[in-house]
């Protein structure tokens, strides 16, 4: 009798944690990749937000990804050529062509304060073009963009000014 007891305290003291562990890191328990998903996403700052968006979106190519994965779906959008909800921004993203390599970014600088982010940079959105200067405004909150503006300059042929625009 006491082998048997002995046997089954065993195997229960193995099986135990074993299944804990199953259970708590399923796709159900509250270790799932759901969850730790949630807390990578909360945690990050504006500065890690509007990086793995811009990192995500255009360089990566997958801008639907990117909006859904950084902006709030509550986002307030102010750029003239979107509705101003977070599906018409990816509408107008995804009306791009993105499998020929363009747009093409260049970021310049990356200003953050407080849930406030700017991205000045260079962008090419048609190959042999000048391009545009750009700068992007992320309002961030609890790790998602629930606010941006941009405002766009062309970047002339010619220039009088010799610093040029970057």
């Not at 982010?117 to 992320?138: C, L, S």
């Amino acid at each position: 009798m006491r082998t048997g007891t002995h046997l089954l305290a065993i195997m229960a003291g193995i099986a135990a944690p074993v299944a804990l562990t199953f259970w708590t890191t399923s796709s159900a328990g509250p270790r799932s990749a759901a969850h730790y998903a949630a807390v990578e996403q909360r945690a990050l700052g504006t500065r890690e937000v509007i990086e793995a968006f811009e990192k995500m979106g255009i360089d990566e190519r997958k801008p639907k990804e990117a909006v859904l994965a950084y902006f709030s779906p509550d986002v307030i959008d102010h750029d003239p050529n979107v509705a101003g909800d977070r599906q018409s921004i990816i509408d107008y993203l995804d009306k791009r062509d993105w499998s020929s390599g363009v747009p093409r970014r260049t970021i310049r600088n990356i200003i953050v304060e407080g849930e406030l982010g700017v991205v000045h940079h260079h962008i090419v959105r048609k190959p042999g073009e000048k391009g545009i200067a750009a700068v992007d405004i992320f309002r961030v909150r609890d790790g998602k963009v629930i606010e941006h503006w941009d405002v766009l300059q062309p970047v002339p042929e010619e220039s009088a000014n010799r610093h040029g625009m970057f």
